[in-house]
């Protein structure tokens, strides 16, 4: 599979915590800031690190942020700048733009001129932002504790028509499907309200369309995220 490239676009606490966690997780990460002094103290841990003004189409062009798979412009202290470039990014053409906002004016805002996803930034929300762009097939992840996770993972390809057991799902992953969330067929008198499967079994089949919910520590969800 083909490295994901993704640009990640002002580098304070929010911004760092999505394109280290990408850079760990083994993606191209082209990271962003206005402010040298904040590019200096990242280069170690993000090898790709630009001062530059994300306001500067050209700028953005010379660097091939055109190019990536997604940006996420985590701009926190000028709305301005933020607004320009998520216009930016869109007018060139790329695919997915997560902005961050502060409050639910800047996210209709934002939503306004073209941002894909716009979000309130944490920490914990910054892992999950990057989790999901390393995978679609990842619906949803919460943390537990002690570094376990529970992610909705869409059931890939290559496991639907199998046995749970024929997948060996755990020992490849290290993760516990412990439900599998399933479309009731039309004709059921419960319409379309989903099906659940609690605790499936190794005789248990996935089907096209499931949604697995999986238990695992944050590492294994991660690789398991990569690998979809």
């Known amino acids: ?115 894909d996803q716009v979000i309130f930034p944490e920490d914990a929300i910054g892992i999950r932002v990057a989790q999901s762009l390393l995978s679609s097939r990842i619906v949803d992840i919460t943390s537990l504790f002690e570094g376990l996770s529970v992610a909705q993972v869409v059931a890939p390809k290559e496991l639907v028509g199998k046995k749970i057991g024929e997948t060996k799902f755990r020992q490849k992953y290290k993760c516990n499907i412990v439900v599998i969330k399933r479309k009731a067929n039309k004709s059921d008198i419960t319409g379309e309200s989903p099906r659940y499967n609690v605790l499936p079994g190794p005789d248990d089949t996935i089907h096209v369309g499931d949604i697995l919910v999986v238990i695992g520590h944050e590492k294994d969800i991660e690789k398991l995220a990569s690998s979809l």
Request: glycine content about 6%; hydrophobic content about 50%.
């Open 1 to 115: 599979m083909a490295t994901q490239m993704f640009a990640v676009i002002g580098l304070g606490r929010f911004g760092y915590t999505v394109a280290s966690h990408l850079v760990k997780s083994g993606a191209e990460v082209i990271a962003i800031d206005s402010d040298e002094n904040i590019i200096n103290d990242v280069s170690k841990q993000i090898p790709v690190a630009i001062c530059m003004n994300s306001t500067d189409k050209d700028a953005l062009l010379a660097h091939g942020v055109e190019k990536v798979d997604a940006a996420v412009v985590a701009i926190g202290q000028n709305f301005e700048a933020n607004l320009l470039t998520t216009a930016l990014l869109k007018e060139i053409g790329v695919p997915k733009v997560v902005a961050r906002a502060s409050n639910d004016t800047q996210k209709r805002i934002l939503e306004l001129i073209g941002a």
